[in-house]
Structures are given as C-alpha cells and as structure tokens.
C-alpha cells in the first residue's frame, strides 16, 4: 500500500499525527514486486527519437505516463587506481551498479576492482529471500548486462569455457583453477526461475557443455517462441531463442545506417525503416515478459524480482542503425505497458525503468539550419535522414569517432517509475539498487 494511501485512508486522524508519518512505510503484509527494466544506452535522445517516429512529437509512450521521474547518475572506477574515476561507462560496470549497489570498473562483472572479489547481487538476496527471480535480455543471456545480475567474473568476455582458456582476464574463474568458470556456466548454476534471451551458441552442446549443465540443474531449454508459449510451469526455464543476439524487429531500407556527407556537401537521401524480416520466429519482448510474470506468480504470497533488458537499443546505436534502435525502444514500451497494468492489480509492484549509459545517436536537424549563410556545412560524423510516417524527415547523427563502432556518451541516464514515493529527484545507480532492496525488505 503506498504512501497516498495510507494517508487518504487514515483520514482526519492523520492530520494530527506528525507529517513524517506520510513518508513511504512499505506494507509487509503485501506481496512485493521489482521489475527493473533497462533499455541499454536509452538516453533522452533515444526516447526522443523513438517518441517522435512512433507516436508523434505530442504522442505518448507508456514510459511518458508513469508518474515517477528522476536521473540517475553513474560512477565507473579506474581499474588500477583507488579514487580516480572515469567517465564515460561500459554495460557492465553499470549494470553491475543497479544489480549489487557497489561502483566497479568498466568490464567487470559483479566484481570489485583490483581485490575481484565478488558482489552480491540483487538476485541472489532475493532468491536467498524467497522470491522468485528472472532475468529476460535480447542480447545474448551472457552479455554484460543480464550477466550482471546472476554471475561473478573479472571480465565481460569470459562468455563460454572456450573463452575462459584463451583470455588472460579469466584466469582466476577457470573451473580448474578452482573458480566458477564461464559466465554461461555460471548462468547454468543458478537460481533463476527463468533466463530468457538469445546466445544459444555460447551454452554449447554435449557432455560438460554450459547447456547440459543447466539442464542437470532442472532447467529447460526453450529455443523457439512455440517453445515458450508452452513451457512446462513448473519447470525452470532458459530461452536461448536465437544463437547470438535478437534480431532487430526494424531495420533501415536496403541495410542502410548512418551515412556521411558526401562530395559538394551533398547530404545522403533520406532512410526509410522496413521491417526486419530476420526478426520472425524470435519471441518479443512483450511475450517473454508476459510468460515470465505468469510464471513469477504461480505461488499466491510469494513475490518476484524481474530485470528486464531492451539491449539492441545500444547495439544498434554503436553501429548507428537508428531506426533498430527506435524498434528497441518500442519493445521496452510494449512490455511496459503490460507491466503497468498488471502492477495496477497487484499493489505492491515497483516498477523502474532506466538505462545502464548514453549513447551515440543525436537527434539533429536534417540539414544544418547553417546552411541557409550560403556555407556548405554538415556533419563531421555520419547521419541518418529518417523517413517519418508523417512524410517530414529527422536527423540523427553519429559522431564519436572515426571508427567503425561508435562510443557509449558518459551523461547521467533518466529513470521512470510506477511509484514517486518510492525514488525521486538524483540519484546514482548503486542508490537505485537501495531503493530497490529496500522494497524487497532485503
Ligand atoms: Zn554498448
């Protein structure tokens, strides 16, 4: 029960009792819900973007109704020097962050800079607790993200035991040195309810492989979304759908991204997104969320911790395919739309959306509003001219560097939420995870 109700019940008498009896009690008599969902890289120009082609400059999103607003800011520590920062983040010191409340360094997975020693994550306590637990990403279960929240390991790429014998960075997880081995292994010692997303490949076949492993531990496999529409309920459940990451549900025409300016100035013609017909067959994000909340609440009483990662978002930014990432974004808001209303029914749900860092992409104009000085002037970067639904155009740009993948941006991420009393105002990401743990009673 929240804090506006308890005091519009309480009535008149409240009034009499000090304000601070208005500050958010949490009821432990209810059962209690987090559902963390992270749109990977989704800064404000990414919701922008995604807003305008989707819905229209004054449409809505899901996202724009959830009454509960704050920005988040996020800490990366050097790896070699105690007290220096760095400041611009990778997906797995931040999602280290949300999911264990502890800063760490760019890489890391739930571990802790130079000492590698592990941190407990949100997970864990909460399985620990009793509640049941689930992770759903659209990148490979064993990206840093999803990673994040279930395993332990000193570097991001220690993915699979092939990768655990030739990186130096795995050395002290090898299972023959006495460690936890490989993020997939890891993955399939768990304790999740349920871990749905792609990287089929990295959980291996046969004897000894990650995916024998978790099958031993009780898990079944699901590989197609017929799978998952029919998985046992009982069960454990690891959805590898797709043998990498997703497929994009939208791509640009032709597989055109960002393109630079050319000879004379002459900016590329304008991109029209089609749908990614690459993307059939794979569950959506909103079909994954919805088996996991039904699953996460067989038990009457017995609450659920659920991470939920919109991951292309960011991919498809490094690569600056704008129009995959409006796609991404507009999974996020599907699979929050529904997470809104059942939270309606179920009083005691906090649901927070947020992203791990910023990106690339800049909405900017189509051509430079400059121009009209009679100098030919435009972009360093690459830009994308977007065909919208309305017939006009929008600029994105791209221009971290001159490489083939562009960089994460280093500014503080928004965050939305079903419950205003719950977190406001500035934040970091390890507060987030406070707030979180704090709802669960951990
Ligand atoms: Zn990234």
Redesign the pocket.
Known sequence: MSIARNCKHAGMLMLTVALTACTYMPDTRQTRNVVLLIG??MDAHQITIARNYLVGPTGRLALDDLPGRADVGVVTLDEQTPGVFRYVP??ANTATALATGTATSRGRVATAPRTDVDLPTIVELAAAAGYRTGVISTAEVTDATPASFVAHIAGRWCKTPRDMGRNPLCANDRVEAGGPGSIARQLAGSDLDLLLGGGREDFGEGDGSPRALAETAGFTVLTTAADLAAAPPANRWLGLFTEGNFAPRMVGEDGRTAEQVGEGGAFPAPMTCVDNPGASGQPGMLEMTRSAVARLTQDPGRGFFLMVESALI??AS?VRNPCSSIAEVAQLDEALRFLVNFADGHGETLIIVTADHTQAAQLVPNTSLYQNLGDPVHTPGRIARIQMPDGTLMGVNYATNSYFVEE?TGAHVPLHTNRPEVLAGFLTQSDVYGVMRRFLGL
Do not use: M
Request: aromatic share 0%.
């Open positions: 990977d890289g990778d997906s960011d991919k490094h994460h």
